[in-house]
């Protein structure tokens, strides 16, 4: 099993300019490429959207994939409100990344407002404030300009396993539904107890499901 630390995460990483979803799906088909098959790749979040983008850009790469809560921009669901995108932007090259955390957990994952106050207080934790938080607003910005790719999805010719948690914000299970609704091959598993983290917090009850699932659908 490989892990990808996908690219606007990574410290080590240039920015000279923008990441968008299709440098990190190219990042995902090089790995695929290089181990060879059989390829079973999961995606969590915007990493959902981007192991997406990767089965249609090199569909000879992988047997199959799963996501979690994929954050799709639809045009009838928009990820976000422009205004708040650029607010959050704002705040984080203002150099105070709790309040671009807080308008991010607010208003584009969709956690009460008191929660996203606190959250403030990871603004001062040094991994937060020069990676997670910056590359959490960038993975907005990113969304946005792809845009609506739910058209395109229905191109995936591969098995697609999709996976909610049953306390995550209404519009992730909702998004993840719009995108069951246009893929030719998917089944619905939801993780019970499980927010958006689930991948995280819920790992134990999450492995289960994949390897059913690999076993089901990639042939070793």
Same mark, same amino acid.
């Given at each position: 099993?490989?892990?990808?630390?996908?690219?606007?995460?990574?410290?080590? %990483?240039?920015?000279?300019?923008?990441?968008?979803?299709?440098?990190?799906?190219?990042?995902?088909? &090089?790995?695929?490429?290089?181990?060879?098959?059989?390829?079973?790749?999961?995606?969590?979040?915007?990493?959902? =959207?981007?192991?997406? $983008? %990767?089965?249609?850009?090199?569909?000879?790469?992988?047997?199959?994939?799963?996501?979690?809560? #994929?954050?799709?921009?639809? %045009?009838?669901?928009?990820?976000?409100? #422009?205004?708040?995108?650029? &607010?959050?932007?704002?705040?984080?090259?203002?150099?105070?990344?709790?309040?671009?955390?807080?308008?991010?957990?607010?208003?584009? =994952?969709?956690?009460? %407002?008191?929660?996203?106050?606190?959250?403030?207080?990871?603004?001062?934790?040094?991994?937060?404030?020069? *990676?997670?938080?910056?590359? *959490?607003?960038?993975?907005?910005?990113?969304?946005?300009?792809? /845009?609506?790719?739910?058209?395109?999805?229905?191109? +995936?010719?591969?098995?697609? !396993?999709? =996976?909610?948690?049953? @306390?995550?914000?209404?519009?992730?299970?909702?998004?993840?539904?719009?995108?069951? *609704?246009? !893929?030719?091959?998917?089944?619905?598993?939801? +993780?019970?107890? &499980?927010?958006?983290? /689930?991948? +995280?917090? @819920?790992?134990? $009850?999450?492995?289960?499901?994949?390897?059913?699932? +690999?076993?089901?659908?990639?042939?070793?």
């Amino acid at each position: 099993m490989l892990r990808v630390t996908r690219r606007r995460y990574r410290a080590d %990483a240039a920015r000279w300019r923008p990441v968008d979803v299709a440098d990190e799906a190219a990042d995902v088909v &090089a790995v695929a490429r290089a181990v060879g098959g059989p390829c079973y790749v999961f995606g969590h979040s915007a990493g959902g =959207v981007v192991a997406l $983008e %990767a089965a249609l850009a090199a569909p000879e790469c992988f047997d199959a994939l799963a996501v979690f809560e #994929p954050a799709l921009d639809a %045009a009838e669901l928009p990820l976000a409100d #422009p205004a708040s995108t650029l &607010a959050a932007r704002r705040a984080l090259d203002g150099r105070r990344p709790g309040r671009a955390l807080e308008i991010f957990l607010r208003d584009m =994952v969709g956690v009460p %407002a008191s929660t996203a106050r606190l959250a403030r207080l990871l603004g001062l934790v040094p991994r937060f404030r020069s *990676q997670l938080i910056p590359g *959490q607003i960038g993975d907005v910005e990113a969304l946005e300009r792809l /845009g609506d790719r739910l058209e395109a999805y229905r191109d +995936i010719g591969h098995h697609v !396993l999709l =996976v909610t948690g049953t @306390k995550s914000p209404g519009h992730l299970r909702r998004r993840t539904e719009l995108l069951r *609704q246009v !893929l030719p091959s998917s089944d619905i598993r939801h +993780i019970e107890g &499980a927010g958006h983290t /689930g991948p +995280i917090r @819920k790992a134990s $009850e999450l492995a289960p499901v994949l390897l059913a699932d +690999i076993g089901a659908h990639v042939s070793v």
